[in-house]
């Protein structure tokens, strides 16, 4: 087995059938956000399908009791499927997403789970909600594409993503002159992505577009100036500077998920 399989934490491992009805879930990209995913679906009781390109993801899926999908558009007979891929850079990246929102559509899912991100928003000094994305933006695009080919699609946009060893903290720290030190942070755990995913499925959420990001938003100064201190490690000093941003709006993530 790879080196991933024997790293997985025991409490993905373990079996904790939560939920009456056991639904076939895939999960598409099984990187940093979508392998704790699969591993907690499975843990949870869910048939459980994973694809991934590396042989390394492909042992610990299968070691962990979750089916590899033999590509990425193998969606016959699944529920449920969540694409955690990232943006597309490329022009073959966008024939990826394509290829999977027209699987999606034709194997009629019950739900169809795209993780997208907060940068569809404008960088303006307001709090922004799930309708003032900009319809340009090649995020936008992207989800347009899904929600175009399936109507069923929910769209969760993510703030900054940190978990486990990955924290924006660590790319900032000894930075000098960093912008906009009054800016609110608009970022998530993992774990708060995670139970928002299971949340979805949980409650059937469909046709829905759902900014993902954590309720407090703290100046980008005071936040990565504690968050270094408590690590242990350098923080960044900050340019002087009175220009803020924008506050991503959570309030439907709190109605619709109850988080």
């Not at 949340?199 to 577009?209: F, N, P, R, V, Y």
């Amino acid at each position: 087995m790879g080196r991933l399989s024997r790293i997985v934490p025991k409490h993905y491992q373990r079996w904790n059938v939560t939920f009456a009805e056991m639904k076939k879930i895939a999960v598409i990209g099984c990187g940093w956000l979508g392998l704790p995913l699969a591993l907690d679906l499975k843990a949870k009781g869910y048939e459980t399908y994973g694809f991934a390109r590396r042989q390394e993801v492909q042992d610990t899926l299968i070691a962990n009791g979750i089916v590899v999908l033999p590509s990425i558009d193998s969606l016959d007979n699944i529920e449920v499927a969540i694409c955690t891929l990232t943006p597309p850079k490329t022009e073959e990246d966008l024939k990826v997403h394509t290829q999977i929102a027209r699987a999606a559509a034709n194997n009629n899912l019950e739900q169809f789970i795209y993780t997208s991100s907060i940068s569809v928003y404008p960088d303006i000094d307001a709090e922004v909600s799930e309708g003032d994305n900009d319809p340009k933006h090649s995020i936008s695009q992207i989800e347009a594409t899904y929600l175009g080919q399936y109507p069923k699609t929910t769209v969760l946009r993510l703030g900054g993503l940190y978990g486990g060893e990955r924290h924006p903290a660590k790319y900032l720290s000894g930075r000098s002159n960093v912008a906009k030190p009054l800016a609110p942070i608009n970022l998530v755990s993992r774990e708060r992505v995670i139970e928002s995913i299971l949340k979805c499925i949980e409650l059937g959420i469909q046709s829905e577009i759902i900014n993902i990001v954590d309720k407090e938003h703290p100046t980008r100064v005071s936040y990565y100036t504690e968050v270094c201190n408590t690590m242990g490690i350098a923080p960044p000093s900050f340019e002087e500077s009175e220009e803020k941003g924008k506050i991503v709006s959570t309030k439907k993530m709190e109605q619709l998920l109850h988080l």
